[in-house]
Structures are given as structure tokens and as C-alpha cells.
């Protein structure tokens, strides 16, 4: 569950940005924040760019694709109820907290923002129209098992076809979507001494009577102390995005897995999307529940095992019956082919009683695979 004192920060002022970090596979979330500083002359403050949160890329639209339909009908009245109640503030801890607890940020960030209406729409755009949507886009450009005759083409080539041929699917199609970022340029290291440099505009005394008919192209007067301070701008560019509705959030995210040919599995164990990792193909996540003391992954290898050992009687009746065939054929009692006649028979015989075995385990069955070897 996500820390709702750590989310509170992002809702103080509005809001927040949102960027991609597509390389890294990584979107945050941050607030421009000021810091204040007193240089004997004064207080100043410098505007800079804060993250106060990350998350894995999906993560958040896989979490709002898991929520049950009753959780969404629930925040979509909530919503309604208190839409346009919105004054800045949280109105209580219980609230935030259960917010919090959905998982999915955005449903977190519209509801503590001017723009809590969007997620009481009807129709169309209801949360539960959104979620049947996306998780169809989802699994149409992004899950093999889905359209297996489609598994050739790649994501990006899956969701052309997607959007040739759902036209109406208009939250999800490209040709619907109106992207809503703008380039931002933030240094991670802000630097004092360009705040105390005399800005090339109006507010300069010396632009006084400017009247803005023509561009100003004065050179800006810089000392050598400022000029070593500038060279430790660390300028980074990013794309930042803001939405006033959960469907433009959510289409960032499917766009970014789409355009990383992504593929998404659902987990055996919490029925969740996940992207899988390593060689090894596997049928559930790394996340740990709730309640859990693992992950999904280790807790179906355990119950492997279990299975595994639940099996040891039917396994140990096989070994004691292949000894005394390997006995017979060594002492040339019966041919090698009749050997392996057997042994292919009743390790065939062995493999189907240890699946019946371990979804209805009985004595029974060991009884009747015992008589099956001819064992005593
Ligand atoms: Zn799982």
C-alpha cells in the first residue's frame, strides 16, 4: 500500500507533474517546490523541481485494471458526492488513507484536485467503461496469449491495427488522443547566484519603458564568481504531462508500454498484470501481497515443492518396482525391450497418478498404483 503522508506532499499545491522517463522505464511525479535562503542582503528563494515519488512503468494502470468493479462504483459515488468540495486540503486521514490503499496514483491525485468530477462521470467514461477499455488495448497489443494468430507483431504493430479497427474506442485510440505535455527544462543542482543576476526583461530597471515592440538583445553582464557558479548547472530536459482525467494518465502509460513492445503476463496467484523478467518464462509476479510474507513467485514454487513432496508415496512405490525390473533385466530374467516397454508404461502411469494424487490425495490411489506395479 502506498504511504498517504507520502502522497500528501503531491497534493498540497494542485496538481502535480508527471514525467516519463522511458530509458529508465520509470514515471514520477513531482512538485515545483521553493527553496528559501538568505545571503546577508535578504531572503530569496530559488523555484526548483522536486520528485517526490517513482514507480515502475505499468505498475499504476495494472493496479487500477485489478480494481473489482464494486471498489469503482464505491469512488465513483464518493466522488459525486464531494465533487467541487475540493478547498486544498485533505479533508480526513480515513479517506486519504483508503484512497491510498487502491494503489493507482492517479486515481489519488485527480481525487485531491479541482478535477475530482472527472472521476464521477457516467457512461462512457465511467471508471468502469475505463478499466473494461484499457484492459481490452492492454491485452489486444500487449498479450500473446490474447491473440495467439497475432503473436508475430510486435505491440506497436498490434495497436495499429487497433486503431484501424477500433475507431469508437476513442480512450485508447491514438487518433483520439490529445497529448497534453510540454517540455520542461529543471537543473537538479539550482544554482543561487542565477536568482541574483539582474533579469533582461521589464522588471529590469533599465527596460523601464520597454514596450515590448521589439526583442531585447542586450548581452547580460556576468562576473567571473558567477559564471564559475553557472558552470554547475546540471540541466536536465523532460517532458512533464498533466491531465484533468484518469484516461489521459492511464493512455501515457499504455503508449509507453506499446512503444517498448512490453509483453504482459496475469498473475496465476493475484490475477494481476506484470511484466516478466529473465529467460525464464513464469506465470506470476514478483509483488508481495498484503498479509504475505513473499512474493507470489517464491509462494507457487513452495507450493511446488509441497506438491512434490506430497508425492513421495507414489514415487517411492515406483522406485521399489524399478528396482526389481532393473533386477530381472540385468539377471537377463526379461530383454531390455520388455524393460523399457515397462518403464516407459509405468512412468507414464507414475506421472498421471501424481496429478490426480495432488488435486485429491487418497490411499486409495496409492492402493491402486501399488497393484498396478504389482508391488506387495
Ligand atoms: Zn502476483
Redesign the pocket.
Known amino acids: 500500500m502506498y504511504n498517504y503522508k507520502t502522497l500528501h506532499k503531491l497534493i498540497n499545491n494542485g496538481l502535480c507533474y508527471a514525467y516519463m522517463d522511458i530509458n529508465n522505464s520509470t514515471i514520477s511525479l513531482d512538485i515545483d517546490t521553493r527553496k528559501y535562503y538568505d545571503n546577508n542582503s535578504g531572503f530569496h528563494y530559488i523555484e526548483f523541481s522536486e520528485n517526490v515519488i517513482q514507480f515502475p512503468l505499468g505498475e499504476n494502470l495494472f493496479n487500477f485494471l485489478s480494481l473489482p468493479d464494486e471498489t469503482l462504483c464505491f469512488l465513483q459515488n464518493l466522488s459525486g458526492e464531494n465533487s467541487g468540495q475540493w478547498d486544498g486540503l485533505h479533508e480526513n486521514d480515513e479517506e486519504q488513507e483508503y484512497l491510498a490503499s487502491l494503489e493507482c496514483i492517479y486515481l489519488y491525485i485527480l481525487y485531491y484536485s479541482f478535477c475530482r468530477y472527472t472521476l464521477s462521470l457516467p457512461y462512457r467514461t465511467s471508471l468502469i467503461n475505463i478499466k473494461k477499455e484499457f484492459d481490452f488495448a492492454l491485452n489486444f497489443c500487449c498479450n500473446t496469449s490474447f491473440l495467439p494468430e497475432l503473436s508475430a507483431l510486435s505491440a506497436l504493430e498490434k495497436y495499429y491495427i487497433y486503431n484501424e479497427l477500433y475507431n469508437d474506442n476513442y480512450l485508447t485510440n491514438i487518433k483520439k488522443f490529445e497529448r497534453n505535455g510540454f517540455v520542461f527544462l529543471g537543473s537538479n543542482t539550482p544554482v543561487h547566484e542565477l536568482n541574483m543576476l539582474e533579469r533582461m526583461d521589464c522588471s529590469n530597471e533599465k527596460y523601464r519603458h520597454y514596450n515590448g515592440q521589439e526583442p531585447i538583445i542586450d548581452k547580460p553582464a556576468l562576473s567571473p564568481k558567477v559564471i564559475s557558479e553557472l558552470k554547475k548547472l546540471n540541466v536536465s530536459t523532460t517532458v512533464r504531462y498533466q491531465y484533468d482525467n484518469l484516461h489521459g494518465y492511464l493512455m501515457e502509460e499504455l503508449y509507453a508500454l506499446i512503444q517498448l513492445n512490453v509483453q504482459v503476463k496475469k498473475?496465476?496467484?493475484?490475477?494481476?498484470y506484470?511484466i516478466p523478467k529473465g529467460k525464464y518464462a513464469t506465470e506470476?509476479?514478483?509483488?508481495v501481497?498484503p498479509g504475505e510474507k513473499f512474493?507470489?513467485?517464491k509462494l507457487a514454487a513452495k507450493q511446488t515443492r509441497k506438491a512434490k513432496v506430497d508425492s513421495t508415496p507414489i514415487l517411492q512405490e515406483y522406485q521399489r518396482a524399478y528396482k526389481r525390473m532393473y533386477a530381472r533385466v540385468t539377471a537377463k530374467k526379461i530383454s531390455q525391450k520388455d524393460f523399457k516397454e515397462w518403464s516407459d508404461n509405468a512412468s507414464h502411469e507414475r506421472d498421471r497418478i501424481i496429478a490426480t494424487y495432488g488435486s485429491t490425495p487418497s490411499i486409495d490411489i496409492i492402493a491402486s498404483f501399488k497393484n498396478y506395479l504389482g508391488n506387495r
Open positions: 498473475c496465476g496467484r493475484c490475477h494481476k506484470f506470476y509476479c514478483d509483488r501481497l512474493s507470489c513467485k
